[in-house]
């Protein structure tokens, strides 16, 4: 039975991470889907009924939509009542934002523009973004009235919101069902539409606010995990010096009612907590005191980790049981940005492996259950050899933990006695 739903049709422009279960979670409620996407094989594979990135449930609801005829994927977008952008917005040179994909995804949807149409924007960009994309549709689309500005009034032809997405890798198809939604428009009416889309499969509280409120609200989020991180980050490095164990420290202290820190890591990675902050230090870089400090010590946070695997290397050879650094092998465990996922967008871990082998004179192994070999063909720079758990521990002096994958906690301990171990994770501790 089709939808009753207004919306009958929808463009979902982006099958990353976060565009494909979206689109997948609009097909299961029988709204007629096509994803766009600029790579040939996503594509391709989808149409397949297949998917190219991992997230639990996800390949059950593409498979499913796409035998149905609900969800297709295609290189352009078509008419349809609704398009949702979910596109990459990186950073350039000098952590300036990179909006070129939105740009580009503007230009994409507009010649199949029509009158009543709403498009959300859901890439997590820097505040104005929402008003930069209208104005580059007004520019293509002269014949259609196109709100333009934060909080405008009067009848518009087309309406325009920014919705980012709130869900966490490995828990995208639950969350994107149950986490709440803050909805911005450009006008009332834009927020209101938007939501009406959203309510077809949303069952938290969907909150509607403007545009520039609503962009500012994800980067806040994502900041305010990143300072706390920071914190963590830091306690890390001082407890190190000091001699303590920083998880039993954090432990202790999270005993109090109004203390929550995070744990420490080798840095932080993935396309939000990394990325978002340098928005809003780029935004106002006078006033974002804390904000571009905390990034600093997490950015910083792998050098210290290549460090530490250094001077341990220095100290096996200071001890005489090995004559070289080319008889010391090096594994490292993990290279995603978090665990028990396939994404490596911004992982510090995969940033230290890669600076463990281009300076360690021996071989260096890495570790990563959730990642083949073909994920890593054609890579110039890839300078360290794909290893499995059992090898690993057998053929490695020094264990390096970076990424707390859940098929590492449960190695024996056993099996670690005798190796040199950098935990930064303390599960090994």
Known sequence: MISKNKFQSLNVIGLGYIGLPTAAVFASRKIRVCGVDINKETVNTINRGEIHIVEPDLDIAVHSTVKEGFLKASLTPESSDAFIIAVPTPFKDKK??????????VSNIAPVLKKGDLIILESTSPVGTTEHMAKGLAEFRSDLRIPTLNRSEGDFDVFIAHCPERV?????????????????????????MARELYKIFVNGDCLLTDVRTAEMAKLTENAFRDVNIAFSNELSLISDKIGINV???INLANRHPRVNILQPGCGVGGHCIAVDPWFLVSASPELARITRVAREVNDSKPEWVVAKISKEVSKMLEGGALCSAEEITIACFGLTFKP??????????LEITKRVAAEHAGKVLAVEPHIGEDCFLGSDDLNFFLSNITEALEQADILVMLVDHKEFKS???????????????????
């Open 96 to 105: 300036q934002p990179d909006l070129s994909c939105v740009e580009a995804a």
């Open 247 to 249: 998880w039993e420290l």
């Open 340 to 349: 028990d996922i396939d994404d490596l967008r911004e992982s510090p871990a």
């Open 168 to 192: 966490l890798p490995g828990r995208v198809m639950r969350e994107l069902v149950e986490n709440a939604r803050i909805i911005g428009g450009m006008t009332k009416k834009c927020a209101e």
């Open 411 to 429: 190695i024996d301990k056993y099996l670690l006695s005798g190796k040199k171990i950098i935990d930064t994770k303390g599960i090994w501790k």
